[in-house]
Structure formats: structure tokens, C-alpha cells
């Protein structure tokens, strides 16, 4: 196995803080230099924002008005029971 | 008493509630119960025990909100609630321990991180059909991670919550939400591109 380039994997270690904005301007810097001229480690970074765009907009729910009815009612029996 | 006015804050509704308003309960019920029944539906992916969850989250809130001294945000205070209901069920139901994902397990044999082939969400209402089979996608893989991976990546990814927050709410500390960010991430991508590609 050839082992991942010790550049790209402190990278792929801070990848999604860099994605998320929470390192410091010159470590950013640093990364988006690595970017420009590693094409792995650019493909890297575009997959891991991509699904993390999907599973935000996917991974909305939607709540039925028979399911917030059915929640009402059990909580008002459970506060019911409780106080009794 | 005084009446609830018609766009009242969170603080608003804390203090009607502690001079004993029902209304007060029924507004901050309605206010959060869609984002707690979503986050007990994602953390155990089934109705009835998101249903558990909610439940038991708000009956435990209303129990103690008297003694809220609101040094946190009420929705933060409730999802921390909620968080421990999950954690609490997982018990009853005697689980498997989690597993640790590793950072290596995602490096490739050629030294890579692999290949992946992730789809496009469409904004496109006439996507319904493609859009029903990716959510399906994602849900599944939400339920493949590993307790206290998907603890954090449902905060921080699905409820929006940000790292101090969401450290704030589990009480773990910074570095382990954003190392278990990350890994949740990276397994989320392999399933994602791996169920997409099979289907």
C-alpha cells in the first residue's frame, strides 16, 4: 500500500474545519496553495462538501399534522396523569 | 396574569410558564416540537420512538423550567434534554457497544481517499421521485453511524447547531465534536456514493 503524501493527510485530517471556516486565515491559505496543486486532495474536498450539502437539504423532515396531533395528546395525557 | 402577546420570545414564554401559564407551554411546544421529533426520528429512526423522545423531552423541560435560570438558549436547553432521552433509550434497549470509525479506514489502498460519486440535490419540486430515493439514501446512512457519531452529526448538521453549541449540549469537549464531525462526514460520503452507485 502507498501510503497517503504526509501533506494531503494533514489535510484530509482538517477537512471539514476547513470547510466550516473555524481555522485560522494563514492555515487556509496553506490549504487552498496544497489545493491548487494536488487534483486528488481538490476531488477530496469537492465529494466531502457535496454530501454534506446533500445530507443537510436530504436529511430534512417533515412533520405531519396527525404526528403533531398524536404528540399533543400523549403529552396532555402524560401531564394529565401526572398531576392527578 | 398577563395575556401572551402574538410574537412573544423564548423568554417571554419562560416567565408566563413560571407564573403558571398553560398557553405558555402549548406556544413552546409548538415552537420546538417539529425540530425535537425530527432529531429523535433521525437518532432512532422510528416513529414511535421519536415520538418517545419528544415526549419524554418535553415532560422532563416542563418539570424543570421553573429552575431554568436561561444561562443557555431554551432550543439548546431542550436539545440537551432531548440528547440525554436518546442516550437513555439506547441503554434500555441494551444495545451494541458503538464502534470507533477510524480516520485510516477511509485511506485507500493506492494512498487516496477514494473515489466518490455523489449526486446533486434538485431544488426542482419535479424531482420528486429522485429526491424521495436520495433522502432515503441519506436516512439510511444516518442510521449506520455509530451512536455518538450521528449524536453530533445530526446536531451540527441536520439541526444546525455550531461546535460550541453542540459541545455545549453533549458536554464532550470541542476537539471531540470536530473529530467526530469529521469521521461522521467522511463515512457519510462512503455510504452516500456507495448506495448510489449500487442503486
Redesign the interface.
Known sequence: MSPMKDECKKDFERMSEYLDGELHDDICREIENHLRHCPECRKCVDSLRKSIELSKKAGEEEITPDMRKHLRAALRDCFASEQS | MTSITSNPTDHDLIAEFKSGSMEAMEKI?GRY??RI??FG??MCGH?QDA?DI??ET??NA?RYLKDFREETKLKNWLFMIAARACMRKRRKKKCEPDHEIS?DS??H?????G??E????SDDPSDNVM?AE??K???AA?QTLPHKYRLV?NLR??EGFN?KETTEILEISTQSV?TR??RA??F??EE??KQYMEG
Not at chain 2, 489502498?109 to 481517499?113: F, L
Not at chain 2, 455523489?118 to 440535490?121: H, L
Open positions: 411546544v416540537e417539529d421529533f425530527t426520528l433521525k416513529l415520538e419528544a415526549q418535553f415532560l416542563f480516520l477511509f485511506i489502498e493506492d494512498g487516496s481517499d473515489k466518490y455523489i449526486p446533486d440535490w429526491r436520495l433522502k439514501i441519506i436516512d444516518i452529526f448538521e441536520i461546535t470536530k464531525l469529521h462526514r467522511l457519510m460520503r452516500i456514493s
